[in-house]
């Protein structure tokens, strides 16, 4: 073991440089006598260097894990990324994402920097990840997580793991309840809503389909309060096929999503969601 004193600042210059963990770079310098050089070399033989040369190339694929809780009040939704369908098919890489899931569900930490920083076998998540990227030698990263919590949480999870959704419901859960909450998942998984309905849109997506509509209408030759008519009519059939209540329930196309979750129960209705697709 080296008797080097290892300053802050040494820390800091090889942590700026390789990207690595504070003490991953402090273990580095330790074990390498204060090397620099030998530490970048160290820290390679880790893993974190490949994670550093390999920050150019696109993860396209990888896993999707939708997670409620028991009381299904709580859901959550981690994306774990690979450069590969090869990787991100493998039972353990999948056993990896769901481990990291689990622990996503017990701290319920809101961030994916938080999530990373939470202890996993060990060590950190974050750690973990680049021990996953020595072994496997590829891009591997939580890009998306996601929490809802709600009166009653429904976690769907479509297509080996490509998309994974929450729905959020207003009313305390039971078995039909859970149920129609599933076919409305199932639904956001197929058709992919901007929002809940015309009023969780953002403004600006608003104004840009609102202007688009015009500008046709006008070059048809229409002007004046006839073109503003028409335009309220285009950007009202925008949120019908765009929003999610208002949507045709895939199910049973006589209804929208509305009348279909108010026929399960009176009052009923989505209060959020989330959805996440690999490569979305």
């Given at each position: ?12 210059k ?8 504070m ?6 310098l ?11 070399d ?7 260097k ?6 150019d190339?696109?993860a ?6 939708a997670?409620?809780?028991?009381d299904?009040?709580y859901?959550?939704?981690v ?11 493998n ?7 769901n481990t990291?899931?689990n ?10 920097e ?6 996993m ?10 021990e996953v ?6 891009k591997i990263?939580?890009v998306?997580?996601?929490q809802i919590?709600?009166p ?10 490509r998309i ?16 129609a ?8 998984a ?5 929002a ?7 403004a ?15 070059q ?23 929003t ?20 399960v ?6 209060t959020?969601?989330k ?5 979305g």
């Amino acid at each position: 073991m080296s008797t080097v004193a290892i300053s802050a600042a040494e820390v800091n210059k090889l942590r700026q440089q390789t990207g690595a963990g504070m003490m991953d770079c402090r273990k580095a310098l330790t074990e390498s006598n204060g090397d620099f050089e030998a530490a970048i070399d160290y820290l390679r033989k880790k893993g974190q260097k490949v994670a550093a040369n390999r920050s150019d190339r696109e993860a396209k694929e990888g896993v999707v894990i939708a997670r409620a809780s028991a009381d299904n009040t709580y859901g959550i939704i981690v994306n774990l990324s690979s450069e590969t369908d090869f990787v991100a098919k493998n039972e353990d890489f999948i056993t990896f994402c769901n481990t990291i899931a689990n622990i996503a569900m017990e701290t319920k930490v809101t961030t994916i920097e938080a999530l990373k920083a939470c202890p996993m076998e060990n060590a950190t998540i974050d750690e973990k990840l680049m021990e996953v990227v020595a072994k496997i030698g590829e891009k591997i990263d939580i890009v998306r997580f996601e929490q809802i919590s709600a009166p009653a949480v429904v976690a769907y999870i479509h297509g080996s793991y490509r998309i994974g959704v929450l729905v959020g419901l207003n009313q305390a859960s039971n078995d039909g309840l859970l149920a129609a909450g599933k076919d409305v998942a199932m639904q956001i998984a197929a058709m992919s809503p901007l929002a809940v309905d015309a009023d969780n849109v953002p403004a600006d997506v608003v104004e840009r389909e609102k202007a688009i509509a015009i500008d046709v209408i006008m070059q048809e030759g229409k002007t004046g309060e006839m073109a503003e008519k028409i335009a309220v009519g285009k950007l009202n059939k925008f949120f019908k096929d765009n929003t999610l209540l208002p949507q045709a329930f895939v199910k049973d196309n006589s209804k929208t999503v509305a009348e279909y979750l108010t026929s399960v129960s009176a009052g009923l209705t989505v209060t959020a969601f989330k959805r996440v697709a690999i490569g979305g």
